[in-house]
Protein backbone atom coordinates (compact mmCIF):
# COMPACT_ATOMS: atom_id res chain seq x y z
CA UNK A 1 0.00 0.00 0.00
CA UNK A 2 1.33 3.56 -1.18
CA UNK A 3 0.54 6.96 0.61
CA UNK A 4 -2.28 8.50 -1.74
CA UNK A 5 -2.77 11.71 0.22
CA UNK A 6 -1.83 14.03 2.99
CA UNK A 7 -3.59 15.92 5.35
CA UNK A 8 -1.76 18.47 7.55
CA UNK A 9 -3.66 20.17 10.77
CA UNK A 10 -3.48 23.51 12.23
CA UNK A 11 -2.34 22.41 15.22
CA UNK A 12 -0.88 25.77 17.01
CA UNK A 13 2.54 24.54 18.11
CA UNK A 14 2.77 20.99 17.62
CA UNK A 15 2.15 18.15 15.20
CA UNK A 16 -0.43 16.78 12.97
CA UNK A 17 -0.56 14.80 10.06
CA UNK A 18 -2.85 12.52 8.66
CA UNK A 19 -1.23 9.44 5.83
CA UNK A 20 -4.12 8.21 4.10
CA UNK A 21 -3.31 4.37 2.32
CA UNK A 22 -5.85 2.07 0.74
CA UNK A 23 -6.72 0.40 4.08
CA UNK A 24 -5.56 2.01 6.50
CA UNK A 25 -4.98 5.89 7.94
CA UNK A 26 -1.65 6.65 9.72
CA UNK A 27 -1.57 9.72 12.26
CA UNK A 28 1.84 10.83 12.44
CA UNK A 29 1.61 12.77 15.76
CA UNK A 30 -1.71 14.83 17.41
CA UNK A 31 -0.83 17.35 19.81
CA UNK A 32 -1.08 21.03 20.27
CA UNK A 33 -1.89 24.13 22.09
CA UNK A 34 -5.31 24.92 20.45
CA UNK A 35 -8.55 25.53 22.37
CA UNK A 36 -10.68 22.17 23.86
CA UNK A 37 -13.36 22.69 21.06
CA UNK A 38 -10.82 23.04 18.03
CA UNK A 39 -9.16 19.17 19.30
CA UNK A 40 -12.76 17.70 19.57
CA UNK A 41 -13.47 19.34 15.42
CA UNK A 42 -9.83 18.65 14.53
CA UNK A 43 -10.77 14.15 16.52
CA UNK A 44 -13.96 14.47 15.00
CA UNK A 45 -12.26 14.99 11.16
CA UNK A 46 -9.45 12.63 11.43
CA UNK A 47 -12.21 9.94 12.59
CA UNK A 48 -14.18 10.35 9.97
CA UNK A 49 -11.79 9.87 7.52
CA UNK A 50 -10.82 6.94 8.86
CA UNK A 51 -14.60 4.81 8.16
CA UNK A 52 -13.94 0.77 7.24
CA UNK A 53 -10.23 1.78 7.73
CA UNK A 54 -8.18 0.95 10.09
CA UNK A 55 -6.03 3.53 12.03
CA UNK A 56 -3.02 3.59 13.35
CA UNK A 57 -0.62 6.32 14.96
CA UNK A 58 3.33 7.29 14.91
CA UNK A 59 4.68 8.89 18.08
CA UNK A 60 7.54 10.48 16.78
CA UNK A 61 8.45 11.45 20.52
CA UNK A 62 7.48 11.45 23.55
CA UNK A 63 6.98 15.35 24.34
CA UNK A 64 3.62 16.04 25.18
CA UNK A 65 3.18 18.62 22.38
CA UNK A 66 3.34 15.61 19.57
CA UNK A 67 0.77 13.29 21.66
CA UNK A 68 -1.55 15.20 24.07
CA UNK A 69 -4.66 15.11 21.70
CA UNK A 70 -4.63 11.45 21.69
CA UNK A 71 -6.49 11.50 24.92
CA UNK A 72 -9.37 12.76 22.92
CA UNK A 73 -10.23 9.94 20.56
CA UNK A 74 -13.18 7.44 21.49
CA UNK A 75 -12.47 4.70 22.79
CA UNK A 76 -10.18 1.70 20.74
CA UNK A 77 -10.11 4.31 17.94
CA UNK A 78 -6.43 2.78 17.20
CA UNK A 79 -5.25 -0.77 15.68
CA UNK A 80 -1.98 -0.02 16.32
CA UNK A 81 0.51 2.30 17.85
CA UNK A 82 4.61 3.27 16.91
CA UNK A 83 7.33 4.93 18.98
CA UNK A 84 10.68 5.22 19.40
CA UNK A 85 12.33 2.14 21.04
CA UNK A 86 14.00 3.72 24.21
CA UNK A 87 13.16 0.60 26.19
CA UNK A 88 16.39 -0.96 26.89
CA UNK A 89 17.03 -1.72 30.59
CA UNK A 90 20.06 0.72 29.85
CA UNK A 91 17.78 3.46 28.89
CA UNK A 92 15.17 2.73 31.26
CA UNK A 93 17.83 3.22 34.14
CA UNK A 94 18.76 6.44 32.95
CA UNK A 95 15.09 7.78 32.81
CA UNK A 96 14.37 6.13 36.42
CA UNK A 97 17.36 8.17 37.88
CA UNK A 98 16.32 11.67 36.10
CA UNK A 99 13.24 11.25 37.68
CA UNK A 100 15.12 10.76 41.04
CA UNK A 101 17.94 13.27 40.53
CA UNK A 102 16.40 16.24 38.77
CA UNK A 103 14.12 18.91 39.72
CA UNK A 104 10.10 17.74 39.29
CA UNK A 105 9.64 21.35 37.05
CA UNK A 106 13.01 20.90 34.72
CA UNK A 107 12.80 19.79 31.22
CA UNK A 108 14.72 16.25 31.70
CA UNK A 109 12.51 15.94 34.33
CA UNK A 110 9.11 15.97 32.45
CA UNK A 111 10.85 14.37 29.66
CA UNK A 112 11.46 11.45 31.79
CA UNK A 113 8.21 11.09 33.23
CA UNK A 114 6.58 11.45 29.70
CA UNK A 115 8.63 8.71 28.87
CA UNK A 116 8.44 5.99 31.45
CA UNK A 117 4.76 7.27 31.54
CA UNK A 118 3.88 7.05 28.02
CA UNK A 119 2.63 3.27 28.37
CA UNK A 120 -0.07 3.36 30.79
CA UNK A 121 -1.25 6.96 29.37
CA UNK A 122 -2.02 5.48 26.07
CA UNK A 123 -3.27 2.56 27.88
CA UNK A 124 -5.89 4.03 30.39
CA UNK A 125 -7.37 6.52 27.97
CA UNK A 126 -9.15 3.70 26.51
CA UNK A 127 -7.75 4.69 22.71
CA UNK A 128 -6.26 1.43 22.39
CA UNK A 129 -7.90 -1.88 21.10
CA UNK A 130 -7.25 -4.93 23.30
CA UNK A 131 -5.65 -6.37 20.13
CA UNK A 132 -3.96 -3.50 19.04
CA UNK A 133 -0.75 -3.59 18.36
CA UNK A 134 2.19 -1.50 20.61
CA UNK A 135 5.75 -1.29 18.80
CA UNK A 136 9.07 0.11 19.66
CA UNK A 137 10.40 0.68 16.30
CA UNK A 138 14.28 1.47 15.62
CA UNK A 139 16.33 1.97 12.84
CA UNK A 140 15.93 -0.77 9.73
CA UNK A 141 12.27 -1.49 10.99
CA UNK A 142 9.16 -1.02 8.50
CA UNK A 143 5.64 0.55 9.73
CA UNK A 144 3.20 -0.83 8.04
CA UNK A 145 5.47 -2.54 5.47
CA UNK A 146 5.66 0.95 3.47
CA UNK A 147 7.73 3.21 5.84
CA UNK A 148 11.32 2.30 6.38
CA UNK A 149 12.53 3.61 9.92
CA UNK A 150 15.96 5.28 9.77
CA UNK A 151 16.09 6.18 13.38
CA UNK A 152 17.08 5.73 16.37
CA UNK A 153 19.46 3.45 15.93
CA UNK A 154 20.05 1.23 19.20
CA UNK A 155 23.77 0.97 18.54
CA UNK A 156 24.87 4.83 18.97
CA UNK A 157 22.42 5.58 21.97
CA UNK A 158 23.18 2.45 23.59
CA UNK A 159 26.72 3.15 23.87
CA UNK A 160 26.14 6.67 24.63
CA UNK A 161 24.12 5.61 27.73
CA UNK A 162 26.19 2.99 28.99
CA UNK A 163 29.15 5.37 28.87
CA UNK A 164 26.64 7.72 31.21
CA UNK A 165 25.88 5.14 33.44
CA UNK A 166 28.81 4.23 34.56
CA UNK A 167 29.50 7.99 34.46
CA UNK A 168 26.65 8.32 37.06
CA UNK A 169 26.94 5.28 38.70
CA UNK A 170 30.63 6.32 40.06
CA UNK A 171 29.60 9.56 40.98
CA UNK A 172 26.60 7.41 43.04
CA UNK A 173 29.25 5.19 45.09
CA UNK A 174 32.02 7.76 45.70
CA UNK A 175 29.32 10.60 47.18
CA UNK A 176 27.38 7.48 48.67
CA UNK A 177 27.81 9.01 52.71
CA UNK A 178 26.12 12.46 51.42
CA UNK A 179 23.20 10.83 49.49
CA UNK A 180 20.85 8.52 51.80
CA UNK A 181 18.74 10.27 54.37
CA UNK A 182 18.47 7.96 57.95
CA UNK A 183 15.45 5.91 57.20
CA UNK A 184 13.93 2.87 58.95
CA UNK A 185 14.51 1.24 55.23
CA UNK A 186 18.25 2.95 53.73
CA UNK A 187 21.17 3.05 55.85
CA UNK A 188 23.74 6.10 54.98
CA UNK A 189 27.07 5.75 52.96
CA UNK A 190 25.97 2.42 51.25
CA UNK A 191 25.81 3.85 47.44
CA UNK A 192 25.44 0.81 45.99
CA UNK A 193 21.75 0.45 47.58
CA UNK A 194 20.48 2.45 45.37
CA UNK A 195 21.64 1.33 42.42
CA UNK A 196 20.48 -2.42 42.95
CA UNK A 197 17.00 -0.61 43.53
CA UNK A 198 16.69 1.19 40.40
CA UNK A 199 18.75 -2.24 38.54
CA UNK A 200 15.21 -4.00 39.88
CA UNK A 201 12.68 -1.71 39.39
CA UNK A 202 14.39 -1.34 35.75
CA UNK A 203 13.91 -5.04 34.73
CA UNK A 204 10.50 -4.76 36.23
CA UNK A 205 9.28 -2.53 33.66
CA UNK A 206 11.34 -3.76 30.87
CA UNK A 207 9.59 -7.43 31.70
CA UNK A 208 6.43 -5.34 31.19
CA UNK A 209 7.17 -3.77 28.12
CA UNK A 210 8.21 -7.48 26.37
CA UNK A 211 4.68 -8.62 27.79
CA UNK A 212 3.19 -5.43 26.12
CA UNK A 213 4.79 -6.57 22.32
CA UNK A 214 5.28 -10.39 22.89
CA UNK A 215 1.72 -12.29 22.57
CA UNK A 216 0.01 -11.02 25.26
CA UNK A 217 -3.13 -12.26 24.01
CA UNK A 218 -2.39 -15.39 23.67
CA UNK A 219 -0.77 -15.40 27.26
CA UNK A 220 -4.03 -13.87 28.71
CA UNK A 221 -2.29 -10.52 29.85
CA UNK A 222 -4.55 -7.26 29.69
CA UNK A 223 -3.42 -4.14 28.43
CA UNK A 224 -4.84 -2.59 31.66
CA UNK A 225 -2.54 -5.17 33.67
CA UNK A 226 0.60 -3.57 32.01
CA UNK A 227 0.00 -0.13 32.83
CA UNK A 228 -0.65 -0.79 36.75
CA UNK A 229 2.21 -2.82 36.80
CA UNK A 230 4.00 -0.07 35.45
CA UNK A 231 2.32 2.56 37.40
CA UNK A 232 3.47 0.70 40.61
CA UNK A 233 7.03 0.66 39.97
CA UNK A 234 6.94 4.61 39.62
CA UNK A 235 5.16 4.54 42.48
CA UNK A 236 8.05 3.06 44.07
CA UNK A 237 10.56 5.21 42.09
CA UNK A 238 8.88 8.20 44.31
CA UNK A 239 8.56 6.48 47.31
CA UNK A 240 12.12 5.97 47.28
CA UNK A 241 12.97 9.67 46.17
CA UNK A 242 11.39 10.78 49.37
CA UNK A 243 13.80 8.78 51.49
CA UNK A 244 17.26 10.12 49.87
CA UNK A 245 19.04 13.76 49.40
CA UNK A 246 20.70 14.48 45.90
CA UNK A 247 21.16 18.32 46.72
CA UNK A 248 24.70 18.17 46.02
CA UNK A 249 24.36 15.93 43.48
CA UNK A 250 21.45 17.74 41.11
CA UNK A 251 23.53 19.72 38.95
CA UNK A 252 26.08 16.37 38.15
CA UNK A 253 25.07 15.04 34.64
CA UNK A 254 21.85 17.09 33.77
CA UNK A 255 22.66 18.17 30.61
CA UNK A 256 24.26 14.87 29.35
CA UNK A 257 20.86 13.57 30.14
CA UNK A 258 19.10 16.18 28.29
CA UNK A 259 20.93 15.55 25.58
CA UNK A 260 20.14 11.94 25.11
CA UNK A 261 16.44 12.53 25.37
CA UNK A 262 16.50 15.03 22.47
CA UNK A 263 17.81 11.74 20.68
CA UNK A 264 15.07 9.92 20.91
CA UNK A 265 12.60 10.80 18.04
CA UNK A 266 11.14 8.75 15.02
CA UNK A 267 12.68 9.64 11.47
CA UNK A 268 10.66 7.46 8.79
CA UNK A 269 10.95 7.77 5.01
CA UNK A 270 9.69 6.45 1.39
CA UNK A 271 9.55 7.03 -1.56
CA UNK A 272 7.34 9.86 -1.40
CA UNK A 273 7.98 11.31 2.12
CA UNK A 274 10.35 11.92 4.68
CA UNK A 275 9.41 12.91 8.38
CA UNK A 276 11.90 14.00 10.68
CA UNK A 277 9.84 14.14 13.92
CA UNK A 278 11.85 16.39 16.29
CA UNK A 279 15.41 15.20 15.96
CA UNK A 280 18.31 16.96 16.29
CA UNK A 281 20.45 18.76 13.23
CA UNK A 282 23.48 17.38 14.72
CA UNK A 283 21.56 13.65 14.76
CA UNK A 284 20.35 14.21 10.83
CA UNK A 285 23.78 15.65 9.66
CA UNK A 286 25.99 13.11 11.24
CA UNK A 287 23.64 10.01 11.00
CA UNK A 288 21.10 9.90 8.40
CA UNK A 289 22.11 12.62 6.01
CA UNK A 290 24.59 11.32 4.02
CA UNK A 291 22.68 7.59 3.19
CA UNK A 292 19.80 9.70 1.56
CA UNK A 293 21.28 12.77 0.31
CA UNK A 294 20.52 11.62 -3.52
CA UNK A 295 16.80 10.97 -3.04
CA UNK A 296 14.14 12.90 -4.08
CA UNK A 297 10.51 13.20 -1.98
CA UNK A 298 7.46 14.69 -2.76
CA UNK A 299 7.15 15.73 0.74
CA UNK A 300 9.51 16.67 3.42
CA UNK A 301 7.94 17.19 7.19
CA UNK A 302 10.74 19.62 8.62
CA UNK A 303 12.13 19.09 12.08
CA UNK A 304 10.61 20.33 15.44
CA UNK A 305 8.30 23.25 13.92
CA UNK A 306 10.59 24.82 11.86
CA UNK A 307 12.44 26.40 14.60
CA UNK A 308 16.43 27.57 14.13
CA UNK A 309 18.21 25.65 16.49
CA UNK A 310 17.07 22.20 14.29
CA UNK A 311 17.76 23.84 11.18
CA UNK A 312 19.87 21.49 8.64
CA UNK A 313 21.23 22.67 5.35
CA UNK A 314 21.87 19.08 4.92
CA UNK A 315 18.03 18.07 3.47
CA UNK A 316 17.93 16.24 0.19
CA UNK A 317 15.56 17.43 -2.27
CA UNK A 318 11.91 18.04 -2.39
CA UNK A 319 9.06 19.52 -3.86
CA UNK A 320 7.33 20.87 -1.38
CA UNK A 321 8.29 21.01 2.66
CA UNK A 322 5.96 20.94 5.47
CA UNK A 323 6.13 23.44 8.34
CA UNK A 324 3.32 22.40 11.82
CA UNK A 325 4.48 25.30 13.83
CA UNK A 326 2.84 28.45 15.85
CA UNK A 327 3.97 31.27 17.78
CA UNK A 328 5.83 30.05 21.31
CA UNK A 329 8.52 32.20 22.85
CA UNK A 330 11.36 32.29 20.93
CA UNK A 331 10.31 29.23 18.57
CA UNK A 332 8.96 31.45 15.44
CA UNK A 333 9.68 29.65 12.24
CA UNK A 334 12.83 30.62 11.55
CA UNK A 335 13.65 32.54 8.26
CA UNK A 336 16.77 29.97 7.28
CA UNK A 337 14.23 27.33 5.41
CA UNK A 338 12.97 29.70 2.54
CA UNK A 339 16.47 31.43 2.25
CA UNK A 340 18.19 28.36 2.03
CA UNK A 341 15.62 26.41 0.18
CA UNK A 342 14.47 28.64 -2.78
CA UNK A 343 13.34 26.59 -4.92
CA UNK A 344 10.83 25.08 -3.49
CA UNK A 345 6.78 25.68 -1.94
CA UNK A 346 6.46 25.62 2.00
CA UNK A 347 3.65 24.68 3.55
CA UNK A 348 2.94 25.84 6.71
CA UNK A 349 0.66 25.50 9.61
CA UNK A 350 0.97 28.48 11.54
CA UNK A 351 -2.17 30.17 13.02
CA UNK A 352 -0.94 33.89 12.95
CA UNK A 353 1.62 33.68 10.21
CA UNK A 354 5.17 33.14 9.90
CA UNK A 355 7.18 35.13 11.65
CA UNK A 356 11.10 35.11 11.31
CA UNK A 357 13.56 35.23 14.37
CA UNK A 358 15.24 37.77 13.40
CA UNK A 359 15.54 40.25 10.58
CA UNK A 360 18.88 39.84 9.73
CA UNK A 361 19.84 36.15 8.85
CA UNK A 362 23.54 35.45 7.77
CA UNK A 363 25.23 32.54 5.35
CA UNK A 364 28.30 32.61 5.69
CA UNK A 365 29.52 35.68 4.13
CA UNK A 366 25.70 36.55 2.78
CA UNK A 367 23.86 38.71 4.73
CA UNK A 368 19.92 39.17 4.26
CA UNK A 369 18.56 42.03 5.57
CA UNK A 370 15.03 42.30 4.30
CA UNK A 371 12.49 39.73 4.99
CA UNK A 372 12.77 37.13 2.27
CA UNK A 373 10.23 37.28 -0.76
CA UNK A 374 9.87 32.97 -0.02
CA UNK A 375 7.14 30.87 -1.63
CA UNK A 376 5.39 30.07 1.47
CA UNK A 377 1.96 28.67 2.28
CA UNK A 378 1.21 30.15 5.36
CA UNK A 379 -1.95 30.70 7.77
CA UNK A 380 -4.18 27.68 7.30
CA UNK A 381 -8.35 29.36 6.59
CA UNK A 382 -9.08 25.50 7.63
CA UNK A 383 -8.78 22.74 10.36
CA UNK A 384 -6.53 20.69 7.70
CA UNK A 385 -5.23 21.23 4.17
CA UNK A 386 -5.36 18.31 1.88
CA UNK A 387 -2.01 17.38 -0.53
CA UNK A 388 -2.13 14.61 -2.95
CA UNK A 389 0.23 12.58 -5.08
CA UNK A 390 -1.49 13.27 -8.39
Known amino acids: MDIKNIYVYKIGFGDCSLLELDNVNILVDCGGDIKELEKTVLVNNIISKTLNKNLECIVTHFHDDHYNILSMFPKDAF ?22 ILSNSSSGYLMAEQMLRFIPKIIDNGILKECAIVNFV ?34 LKVNSNEIYRESANFHNGVGSDLIEEIELLAEKYISNVEMLKNNRMQNEITLDYISNNIK ?125 YNSITKFGKLEVKDEPKCKIYCGMKNICEKFNFQ
Open 79 to 100: DAIYAPNFFTKEEIKLQLYALL
Open 232 to 356: NILDDLNAIKKQVNFKKLTSILRKKIKQIQNKYSIIFHNDKVLFLGDITAKVFNDNIACKIENNKYNYIKVAHHGTKNYFTNKLPKSDKMIISSGKKSNCDISAMYPLYYNDRKFICTCNDFCEY
Open 138 to 171: KKGDFINDNMEVLWPDPNTLDYEVRNLLDEFEKI
